[in-house]
């Protein structure tokens, strides 16, 4: 097959990139600097970016199927991905891939996110949606400014617990679905094996770098303090702080089979992943 992956550089699509070339796919990349983009067999870099959604577009009808998801720090997911999705139809592509977020078909039909989902459904081209939830990649990305300088997760969690996914497993999830057809036009929540406090995942993780790192639950407005502070844009500071209520109420908890189910292994566990970014956390 060929396929678009949208978002090519970041944490979740370069996995796809990487899956589907290893699987003996063609790739046309989407990114914001495609020039930086590394030189493989089967792989090609294209301009695709949030700030203009409509570049880009005309390489789909190169390729059969699509993957999307919303770059991190936007929260008009809608008007970035609906051109993608419209685009897609016309040009009559076998599958397209949308990844979202855990619970957001709960969400309001006008809410960017679940008005793209809709959009997708109702498309007429073969679809999967998946919804992870919080990834064990936010430790030593969003969250490492606090446990490098004060040895603290600082996160508004409570003491409610998290069944947080690697994002490795989201990207086979995306490569098994975007080549197959055997869960056609379904939905799935994709979660890891385990439900973690983040007092449990500051433990582990202390466990393996050598230094005590705790967990401040801190206050809404504190957190949305943090994150302006750490140059993220107000309204998707925002919307963080709206999924943390939701992880604190204990909507983040539920163990689902899903990743077993679709990719026939084992979610990668918390452990797991410490051992391989631990290098991370050292000072």
Known sequence: MKVFVYGAKGLVGQNVVNGLLEAGHEVIAGTRNPEKGESKKGLRWVFADAMDPKKGLDALSEVEALFLLSPPGHTNQFDI???????????????????????????PPEAPFRKTELLLEDSGVSWNIIRPNWFMQNFHTFWIQGIMEADKIFFPGGNAVTSFIDARDISIVAVKLLTSDSFKNQAFALTGGEALTHTQVAEKISKQIGRTI?????????????????????????????IAGSLKEGNSSPILDSVKKITGKEPINFDSYVTTYVSSWKK
């Open 81 to 107: 991905l609906s051109p993608w999705i419209e685009k897609g139809k016309s040009v009559g592509l076998k599958k397209i891939v949308l990844m979202t977020a855990m619970g957001v078909e709960y969400a």
């Open 214 to 242: 705790g967990y401040v639950d801190v206050s809404p407005e504190d957190f949305k303090k943090g994150l302006l502070g750490a140059g993220l844009p107000a309204d998707y500071s925002d919307f963080l702080v709206m």
